[in-house]
């Protein structure tokens, strides 16, 4: 079973149609041997992209149902404080969330600073907006 680890910047990108990230989503999410996980952040996160656009809210459980939680733990978040890469707070917490998912995780991001920072920290990395991994 490959376990993809999906960051919020994939997510937008396939709830908003990129067609790309949209057709990777929907095979992932088909695919009885793969499984999607993410940190619990990433609700907020759609949320708050969903309301700024003025999008309906309900939007976002067309990609939440199919992703299994990562709880959001004080080991998580030290974790994220203890990361040196050059990362924005909510990224150091996806990143501190992949990495216990597991070394097989692969994290789903088109984040250029995440991408260098699960390469660093071992994890590897696909971006379905670019076609690009890592």
């Known amino acids: 079973m490959t376990t993809f680890y999906l960051d919020t910047s994939v997510a937008v990108h396939a709830l908003f149609g990129t067609a790309t990230a949209q057709s990777w989503f929907d095979s992932v999410t088909a695919?009885?041997?793969?499984?999607?996980v993410s940190s619990r952040i990433l609700r907020t996160e759609l949320i708050r992209v969903l309301?700024?656009?003025?999008?309906?809210?309900?939007e976002r459980d067309l990609i939440l149902v199919h992703v299994s939680g990562v709880r959001l733990t004080e080991a998580i978040l030290t974790s994220a404080e203890?990361?040196?890469?050059?990362l924005r707070t909510l990224d150091s917490i996806h990143l501190a969330s992949a990495l216990t998912a597991g070394a097989q995780t692969v994290v789903a991001t088109h984040d250029r600073g995440l991408k260098a920072a699960c390469g660093s920290a071992g994890l590897a990395w696909i971006d379905p907006v670019d076609g690009s991994s890592g």
């Open 31 to 36: 695919d009885e041997k793969s499984r999607l």
């Open 82 to 86: 203890a990361t040196t890469a050059h």
């Open 51 to 58: 309301r700024r656009e003025g999008r309906d809210l309900a």
